[in-house]
C-alpha cells in the first residue's frame, strides 16, 4: 500500500460523505467507492484509531491544518523521538506523569509543566500532545517556555473534532468514566 493510498483513504473517510446520505463511511462501503479491498481499509482505519461509525463521539475535523496535525502526531506515537517523554506518558514503560486540578487555567498548567520539568533527565526531549484549550497557549505559558533550558519542551496540538489522536486524553478520559474525581484519584507516577 502507498502512502498516497492511505493519504486517500484517511481524506475520503474524514473529509466526506456517502453520496447515499449516509452519516459516515462503512469499511464495504468506502472500499467499493475507492477500488480498493476491505482489508486495506480497516488496516487504515486500525493504523489511525479512526472509527467514524461512532457518530456519538466522531466529527470530521473543519480545521485547516488538520492533515499536518494528525502527521505530527500519528507520527509522534508511532516513531517517538529517541529518549523522548511524550505527552507525560512514557511510551517505552507507560508511566504517566500527571495531575488531576479542580481547574483548568494557565496557572494549573504551569504548576504541572514545573511538576514535568523535574522528571526526565534535564538532556531528554519533551514532547506535549495538547488540544487547543487556550489555557495551553497563554501569555503565560509563553513565557514559561521562553528560557534557553525549557528549548527541550515541544508542544503538539491536536486539530479541532480530534480528540482520538490523544492517548493521553483517552487514558484520563477512562479514568474519569470511574469514581476518580481528584480527591479519591490514586497518584499515577
Known amino acids: 500500500m502507498t502512502a498516497a493510498l492511505e493519504q486517500r483513504i484517511l ?34 482505519w486500525t493504523r489511525h484509531d479512526v472509527q467514524p461509525h ?13 492533515e499536518e496535525k494528525v502527521r505530527d502526531i500519528v507520527g509522534l506515537y508511532l516513531t517517538p523521538p529517541v529518549r523522548a517523554l511524550v505527552a507525560a506518558f512514557n511510551i ?29 533527565p534535564t538532556d531528554q526531549e519533551v514532547h506535549l500532545i495538547l488540544d487547543n484549550y487556550r489555557t ?13 533550558k525549557r528549548s527541550r519542551f515541544h508542544f503538539h496540538y491536536t486539530p479541532t473534532s480530534s480528540s482520538w489522536l490523544n492517548q493521553v486524553e483517552r487514558f484520563f478520559a477512562l479514568i474519569t468514566g470511574r469514581d476518580d474525581s481528584p480527591g479519591n484519584l490514586p497518584q499515577h507516577r
Open 136 to 148: 495551553h497557549k497563554s501569555a503565560a505559558v509563553k513565557k514559561w517556555l521562553k528560557p534557553k
Open 11 to 44: 481524506d475520503t473517510t474524514l473529509k466526506t460523505r456517502p453520496a447515499d446520505g449516509s452519516t459516515h463511511w462503512s469499511v464495504r462501503m468506502l472500499a467499493r467507492q475507492l477500488g480498493v479491498s476491505r482489508t486495506i481499509v480497516h488496516r487504515v
Open 54 to 66: 461512532r457518530v456519538e463521539r466522531f466529527k470530521i475535523s473543519k480545521n485547516p491544518h488538520f
Open 92 to 120: 517505552l514503560n507507560g508511566k504517566v506523569i500527571g495531575a488531576c486540578q479542580a481547574r483548568h487555567r494557565s496557572r494549573e498548567f504551569i504548576r504541572f509543566l514545573n511538576l514535568l520539568e523535574k522528571e526526565p
